[in-house]
């Protein structure tokens, strides 16, 4: 009996003396979570705001680019980009991630501007929800958006006018392949190239056609007007695909007697310009455009009003001396 109450006796104080260094244990650890709170520079950091990016073309080099630069300034702020946008170019699709994007709740979006009145409502739905949208590379200005990042493209337009007219080669009779009359940022290369070419005697607009920003379309459309207008000198294309198709429809037609020039510097049109086969291309500023972008959510993000157009320069890349090089604007 004497030994089971002295083996009884035994467990009560295990217990005891168990629960005692598991009660010291707890109260060390909640004291060393309280001093490392209350040591300077060691506060919990906020979590990161979440962004969406919506490329038009998922793999194409500007919008990769334009994440890039994106990423570099989000790393900066505390921000975390998530990217998506449609494999091929489909606007109904950029709508339905914007949408996708919308139901997230994400901290803020970027978006291309699309030009139409469904895409007008899916950003009024965003600013409704209290989600910040800037639009980048091409604007929708009838929106609720709170800024536009990009080119100027009116300007861009204008600027491209100043180099066909004060090259001493090419006609002045002139055809225009643009990406898509539905984008707001094509409408405004070609009102731009048009008002600055309309009061120059001697030079004329007479083709303008499509190329659904694809460089297969671009060399189908050039060829086209090539034989339609035989006294075409020289044609402009105003996406970054176009140059490269512009010079295979002109090989199509058989021509080699007219001046090329294009918008952005993929590898196609470097090398074309190179060859000495594109007079010129105006360069836009992707990397610049996703940074600033960022910076501007950023900026709103801390109580301040943004403006509601917040232009990135462009350059010109022509040939140097047998080779490409960019002149600032």
């Not at 950023?298 to 403006?307: A, N, T």
Request: hydrophobic share 40%; net charge neutral; aromatic share 6%.
């Amino acid at each position: 009996m004497s030994n089971r109450k002295w083996s009884l006796g035994l467990v009560v104080v295990a217990l005891v003396f168990g629960y005692v260094l598991i009660r010291f244990f707890a109260s060390t650890t909640m004291v060393d979570d309280l001093i490392h709170r209350m040591e300077p520079g060691k506060a919990a950091a906020p979590p990161a705001k979440h962004i969406v990016l919506i490329a038009q073309e998922f793999d194409n080099p500007f919008w990769r680019e334009m994440k890039q630069g994106a990423d570099q300034a989000a790393e900066r702020l505390g921000m975390k980009i998530d990217y998506t946008g449609p494999i091929r170019i489909d606007p109904s699709e950029q709508s339905r991630l914007l949408e996708k994007a919308i139901a997230a709740k994400p901290d803020g979006i970027l978006v291309q501007g699309l030009g139409s009145a469904d895409y007008d409502r899916l950003i009024a739905k965003a600013i409704g929800q209290g989600i910040p949208v800037l639009t980048v590379d091409a604007d929708e200005p009838g929106s609720r958006r709170l800024a536009y990042v990009g080119t100027d493209n009116r300007k861009a337009g204008e600027r491209m006018g100043e180099l066909v007219v004060g090259s001493a080669q090419g006609g002045g009779r002139i055809g225009v392949i643009i990406g898509s009359e539905f984008a707001d940022n094509q409408r405004q290369r070609l009102e731009g190239f048009r008002a600055y070419v309309s009061g120059i005697p001697g030079y004329q607009v007479v083709d303008v056609r499509s190329s659904n920003i694809s460089r297969i379309g671009a060399a189908k459309q050039a060829e086209a007007m090539l034989r339609q207008h035989p006294e075409i000198g020289t044609i402009v294309g105003f996406s970054a695909l176009d140059a490269g198709g512009i010079l295979e429809g002109m090989k199509a037609a058989g021509r080699e007697d007219v001046r090329v020039y294009g918008f952005d510097d993929l590898e196609a049109t470097r090398k074309g310009i190179a060859a000495g086969d594109i007079a010129a291309s105006i360069v836009q500023e992707p990397r610049e455009i996703g940074a600033q972008a960022i910076r501007l959510l950023d900026r709103w993000f801390r109580g301040e009003k943004l403006p509601s157009q917040h232009f990135i320069s462009t350059s010109v890349l022509v040939r140097e001396h047998g080779q490409t090089g960019g002149t600032t604007p």
